[in-house]
């Protein structure tokens, strides 16, 4: 049970913005014939899609703030990235499970507004999705 927990901590904590990488972390518990490839996987996933909704959180929070001086995003340029968003944002979730745009997509889907349920369907859509394709991987080398 400790493979999975942890497995499920690392892939948490690697969908925050904080800098992390599930897929060794599976890899490793992969290795290990004792293991469930299906518990794995939706342990990994599970652990991912949650921590992505942290992003999504932030996110929403973070948009309170938009009327401080200090706010970072000057409002013309929230604008326009507002437009984008709705017109082609839902889609980029798709790509959430990605090196160094995902977790930033998963913000700004806060930001924006994006529904929570299409959130939560898209990201689990794409998540999953790398988690079975590393795991296919890594069961036809080992």
Request: no cysteine.
């Amino acid at each position: 049970m400790a493979a999975y927990l942890g497995l499920f901590v690392v892939s948490f904590l690697a969908a925050t913005l904080l800098p992390g990488g599930s897929e060794i972390a599976l890899t490793t518990a992969l290795a290990s014939t004792d293991n469930s490839v299906i518990l794995l996987i939706a342990f990994a996933t599970i652990g991912n899609v949650l921590g992505s909704m942290v992003n999504w959180v932030l996110g929403r929070y973070f948009n309170h703030l938009k009327d401080r001086s200090w706010y970072p995003i000057k409002p013309d340029q929230m604008d326009r990235a507002e437009q984008w968003y709705q017109k082609y944002g839902r889609w980029s979730l798709l790509l959430s499970w990605a090196p160094i745009i995902g977790d930033p997509l998963t913000l700004i889907s806060g930001m924006f507004r994006e529904p929570l349920i299409s959130f939560v369907i898209l990201v689990t859509i794409a998540k999953l999705t790398r988690y079975l394709v590393v795991s296919a991987l890594v069961l036809q080398i080992i």
